[in-house]
């Protein structure tokens, strides 16, 4: 096993070189779904590797509840600088736990919130809610129970023309139908699992946005229509309702998005070739979550073995 134990840390570092080629030059679908997924694999391989090492620490402790023979020689062994890994991952795992912990309470929470805002309402795609206040977001339904919805303020509404309101509902309904909420709820747990990892929230939130501004500019039939809604939007807008709740002001670099949608639509081809910069960020990230996924299974298996043959499991 040897150092190869400490792969899945450390191999996030390269999450931010990935994120910027992904954004930069794949198509916004193909880059969200690509960052979102190493986020993910590389989140639990980090994350199993914790737990690994927490183990080996833990069978160090005076009074521990495991068995005596994990803190056997043989078991140590299989962990290079395990006097110092072991016990030190157990409060770096108990923070991810608590962290990520947190996270899917407030977005819970916030879900919550949204849901009470809109009791009474009928259930249809569109919730307008008599508030000042400009705001506007895709709200996923509850299966059996609530439709998926747009809601959008009259704040925002009256702030906004004709087509720039065709625009947000357009927007809106494709962070709707490519289930942007999933994408963005992984990577936010990702970079709470593991702090390396926050580039790629950063770039799967501009990447989202992007993905249903280019769905938006497409059925409205106007690419300056929808980034003169997002800039008018995002003028009147006080933030997001949350981070994990897609939404056409959503915080991020608009004028990124506004100068993207001025120039031509991107190639909708999804995977580019290996030879090409692009290409290469793609077979990049998919090797890095490869090697980080087989060196954590590698790392499990291997550790499994030694306990077992230290105990009598």
């Not at 108990?94 to 309470?105: E, G, I, P, R, T």
């Not at 795609?125 to 747009?150: C, I, K, M, N, Q």
């Not at 990577?187 to 926050?198: D, E, G, M, S, Y």
């Not at 070739?273 to 291997?302: C, D, E, I, Q, R």
Request: glycine content about 8%; overall charge positive; hydrophobic content about 50%.
């Amino acid at each position: 096993m040897g150092v190869f134990v400490f792969l899945p840390l450390v191999l996030p570092l390269t999450a931010w070189p990935v994120a910027r080629l992904a954004e930069q030059r794949l198509h916004p679908r193909t880059a969200t779904r690509l960052l979102a997924a190493v986020a993910g694999v590389l989140a639990v391989c980090s994350t199993l590797c914790l737990g690994l090492l927490m183990i080996v620490g833990t069978a160090q402790l005076p009074g521990n509840p495991l068995p005596d023979g994990w803190s056997d020689p043989e078991v140590r062994a299989a962990v290079p600088y395990d006097e110092l890994a072991g016990p030190a991952a157990i409060p770096a795992l108990l923070a991810v736990l608590v962290s990520c912990a947190s996270a899917a309470w407030r977005h819970v929470r916030v879900r919550r919130r949204a849901d009470g805002a809109l009791a009474g309402l009928p259930a249809r795609s569109v919730a307008v809610l008599p508030d000042p206040d400009p705001y506007a977001y895709a709200l996923p339904g509850r299966r059996g129970r609530t439709p998926d919805r747009v809601v959008a303020s009259t704040g925002m509404l009256a702030g906004l023309g004709p087509a720039e309101r065709r625009a947000l509902f357009a927007h809106e309904r494709a962070h709707l139908k490519g289930r942007h909420h999933r994408h963005l709820v992984v990577v936010h747990l990702a970079a709470r699992a593991n702090p390396f990892l926050r580039p790629l929230r950063t770039a799967v939130t501009y990447t989202a946005e992007r993905w249903a501004d280019e769905e938006a500019a497409a059925e409205v039939g106007s690419r300056r229509t929808v980034a003169r809604a997002i800039g008018t939007a995002a003028l009147m807008s006080r933030g997001p309702l949350a981070a994990t709740l897609p939404a056409l002001a959503q915080a991020g670099p608009v004028p990124r998005r506004v100068a993207a949608l001025l120039r031509p639509a991107p190639a909708a081809r999804a995977w580019p070739s290996a030879f090409t910069t692009a290409g290469l960020a793609v077979w990049g990230a998919a090797a890095g979550a490869t090697v980080s996924a087989l060196s954590s299974a590698n790392s499990a298996v291997t550790l499994f073995a030694v306990l077992r043959a230290a105990t009598s499991m």
